[in-house]
C-alpha cells in the first residue's frame, strides 16, 4: 500500500526535474513492440523509464545540450533508456552511460 500511495504521489505531482542514469537501448530491439503498444525504432527520438507514463514527453538534458523524448516503454532499471537517436543529438556514449537530468 505504501508503495502505490508513493507511486501516485510521483504520477500527481507537478513538473519534476532530478538527476539520472542513462542508457542507450540496444539495436536489437529495434522493429520490436515496445510496452506502450508501438514498434520502437532505434534512431526515433524516444526512451523508457520505469514509472514515467507511456506517451510523457520528458526533456532530457546532457552537457548543456536538451531534447524532449517520449517515454515509448518500460525498463526495469533506476535511470532513463534512451533511442540511439536521443542519445546521439544529446552526446551520450551509445556504448556507455551517462549523467542526464530530466524533466517532465
Known amino acids: 500500500m505504501r508503495k502505490l500511495l508513493l507511486l501516485l504521489a510521483m504520477l500527481a505531482a507537478p513538473a519534476q526535474a532530478r538527476t539520472v542514469t542513462a542508457t542507450v537501448y ?6 520490436r513492440a515496445d ?14 523509464h520505469p514509472f514515467i507514463r ?6 532530457v538534458t546532457h552537457k548543456g545540450r536538451s531534447l524532449v523524448v517520449r ?9 532513463i ?12 556514449p551509445l556504448d556507455g552511460t551517462a549523467r542526464v537530468g530530466i524533466s517532465y
Request: hydrophobic fraction near 30%; include cysteine.
Open 26 to 31: 540496444d539495436g536489437w530491439y529495434h522493429g
Open 54 to 59: 507511456c506517451g510523457t514527453l520528458v526533456t
Open 71 to 79: 517515454i515509448t516503454d518500460r525498463c526495469d532499471c533506476n535511470s
Open 35 to 48: 510496452a506502450c503498444g508501438g514498434t520502437y525504432r532505434h534512431w526515433d527520438l524516444s526512451a523508457a
Open 81 to 92: 533508456d534512451l533511442s540511439a537517436g536521443a542519445a546521439y543529438r544529446l552526446r551520450v
